[in-house]
């Protein structure tokens, strides 16, 4: 089944930016990745959360500017009890977009979840500044 999910995908190629349209390689991508996380082999826990992990960064390579996919693999990283790993999605993810207001929301929800109220409210003034009203 992982064949036939992964077929037609590319990874080798230059990313490129979001158009504002569905992308069909982010459904394919979604796919693979629930497959994945479904666990079919049955690995354990670490193995299973590398295996996951690989498979965001392959679909990274070609979707690196769609902050659905940066959100995805954040929201993955925290459900695995993993909130640093998840806030160094979450800055990666802002270095990819840095014009992306979802991940700057994103950024600094997560900080604030986490009690870290100073940081998330450098994120709203970085923001406030770069996009005044």
Known sequence: ERKSLLQGLSYGELPEPSSGSRNPALAKWKAVLEYEKSNPERV????????????YTKALSSLFFY???????????????????SNSVLERSLLALPDSLMMHFAVADSLEQQGRLDKAREVYSKLEKKHPC
């Open 44 to 55: 354990g826990d670490s193995a299973l959360k590398k295996r996951v992990r690989h498979i």
């Open 67 to 85: 902050p659905e996919m940066w959100y995805d693999f954040a929201q993955y990283e925290m459900h695995s009890n993993d909130p640093i790993s």
